[in-house]
């Protein structure tokens, strides 16, 4: 199966890439190498998936809608696998010019060449973030989502707008994922569970937010890519009672149970064998007090719920991160 990966130096995209490298299938991933975090991990993660000889990587922004066409008709993917995009809830409050660059005119320009190249599958990623005020849990994905609390959050649901448009109009098979909380080896910096380790580790205080009365649905990485892979041979059907209007479809991808932040800390402690200094703030904006997912859908296509436990999960993480910093 030929497969382009955006976002492939990413955390979520080179753990995709990583895994369908190890299954035998070309893989063409795209990165645009930006900023935001530390380049250097992006470029390790690059390298790693270089050493596979059916991997090509390209370093290029998707807002160059050229460039993208030239690779895609290049290539000619069977599947497109969507899941560069500016990241991060917080940062959308500090840059938000990023977020319409990179999130809109980038996933338009990938629809555009998914459809211009007939791919058989367009995999495009989006948030839990999209559910925004809902209230109501665990989050189902016909649950309407129409008050994203973020621009990232915005930029997310707007997307998925584009994308069931194409399915309409022009019979794009198109499967559109909801992140819940993903973590794991090669994670952001950004995120909380990197924060969180190397401030604990460094005997430095971890900001803990609403006085940690937060859940979250947080998702290990191993299963997320194993319900995506096990997705793409799964493309939505015109006569689909997933969308009536077109091959096109929302899954949610999360653990399907909630943990107390305070609970996620402790597992770091764990691992760490450290304790944290926790230094207590009020809510940021933009945040939710709890996030869940309702995984039926996933299990009821793909037979597969995910199900690692944070404890294990974190331990996995902390390994990681004491290994790639040598310590």
């Known amino acids: 199966m030929r ?12 753990h995709v890439a990583r895994r369908l490298l190890a299954d035998g299938h070309a893989v063409v991933g795209i990165d645009g190498m930006t900023r935001y975090y530390d380049v250097s991990l992006k470029q390790r993660r690059h ?26 008709d290049a290539f000619a993917p069977e599947v497109i696998i969507h899941l560069a995009a500016q990241a991060g809830v917080r940062y959308s409050l500090e840059n938000p010019r990023a977020y319409i660059d990179a999130n809109l005119i980038g996933t338009f320009n990938v629809i555009e060449a998914a459809r211009r190249a007939g791919v ?5 990623a ?15 994905e016909e649950q309407r989502a129409d008050h994203p609390l973020t621009l990232y959050a915005a930029t997310k649901k707007a997307t998925e707008g584009m994308a069931h448009c194409y399915a309409h109009l022009w019979s794009v098979p198109t499967t559109v994922f909801r992140f819940f909380t993903v973590y794991g080896p090669w994670g952001r910096p ?31 990485i191993d299963d997320l890519v194993e319900a995506i892979l096990r997705l ?11 969308s009536p209007a077109g091959p096109f479809r929302v899954i949610n991808i999360g653990n399907g149970s909630p943990v107390e932040l305070l609970s996620f800390i402790e597992a770091i402690e764990e691992a760490t064998g450290r304790t944290a200094i926790r230094n207590y703030l009020d809510m940021q904006r933009g945040d939710v007090p709890a996030t869940w997912a309702d995984t039926s859908a996933l299990e009821a296509l793909t037979g597969f719920r995910p199900n690692t436990p944070v404890s ?16």
Not at 190 to 211: C, Q, S
Request: net charge negative; hydrophobic share 40%.
């Open 47 to 72: 390298a790693l998936l270089r050493e596979n000889e059916i991997f090509m990587g390209c370093e290029f922004m998707l807002e160059d809608a050229p460039r993208l066409e030239e690779v895609v």
């Open 120 to 124: 058989g599958h367009l995999m495009i």
């Open 126 to 140: 989006s948030t839990s973030s999209v559910y925004g005020a809902n209230k109501e849990m665990p989050f189902r």
């Open 3 to 14: 497969t382009l990966v955006t976002g492939s130096a990413g955390f979520i995209g080179f």
């Open 190 to 220: 950004d995120m909380a569970l990197f924060k969180f380790t190397e401030n604990t580790l460094k005997g430095l205080p971890i900001d803990v937010y609403n006085h940690g009365r937060m859940r979250r649905d947080f998702t290990y």
């Open 312 to 327: 294990r999960g974190v331990a996995a993480f902390v390994d990681w991160y004491r290994d790639y910093h040598g310590l």
């Open 232 to 242: 793409t041979t799964l493309p939505p059907r015109s006569d689909s009672a997933d």
